[in-house]
């Protein structure tokens, strides 16, 4: 049987996380709120950074984000989600619940600690990711509230998807698919802190269907 114990575990660390950040949002005055901000914000783009640059070619990784772009664009992910955090009253609703749900899913331990939780029961990269993202939900909830917390449902959906069907998504662990995958995940991390800075405001949800052609164009380019 398959440890899908594993993204149950990781769904309740995210919003333990989030309450107690919730709770501590109301204590922070607002020179240490923004310093959080700031915090966040850099640590996000050298995750990005560090990610991207592991990437095998970067024109998957261009040709992902061009096609899924456009797909989430026409879907108009984003405003769907800013429509959901109008209705119920939480101005950061969206920016929290993306920028959580990314961080939280595109990194390799999610896809290499899943498919390893469904193939051999060994849950404890997910394990050590919990902890990860039970810590950076804290911090991400006392700025953006409750949108990071109902990240916890990403994490639950796309992780205990992946943990049972991890005898058909193996192959998404070879470098050959994780590496541009990842990278891909890296440029939309990048689109959040730039977002989180004030930089410049992407929609980053727009990006998502992405994460699902880059594997498309990997194996299409491994063909020739």
Sequence with gaps: MKNILTPVVNAIAVVIGSLIGMILKKGFPENIRKILFFAVGLSTIGMAINMIIKANNFLIVLGSMAIGGIIGELINIEDKLKKIGDSIKEGDFSTGFVASSILFLVGP???????????????????????????????????????????????????????????????????????????????????????????????VGNFLPALFISPILSFLTSLF
Aim: net charge positive; no cysteine.
């Design 109 to 203: 331990l999610t896809i290499v600690g899943s498919i390893t939780a469904g193939l051999t029961k060994d849950g404890s990269l997910i394990y050590m990711k919990s902890l990860l993202d039970g810590i950076s939900s804290i911090v991400l909830s006392s700025i953006y509230g409750l949108g990071v917390m109902l990240s916890a449902i990403s994490v639950l959906l796309v992780q205990g998807t992946i943990v049972l069907l991890s005898s058909k998504l193996s192959f998404l662990t070879n470098p050959l698919y994780l590496n541009d995958l990842v990278a891909v995940g890296g440029v939309m991390v990048l689109g959040i802190g730039l977002k989180i800075l004030d930089i410049k405001d992407t929609k």
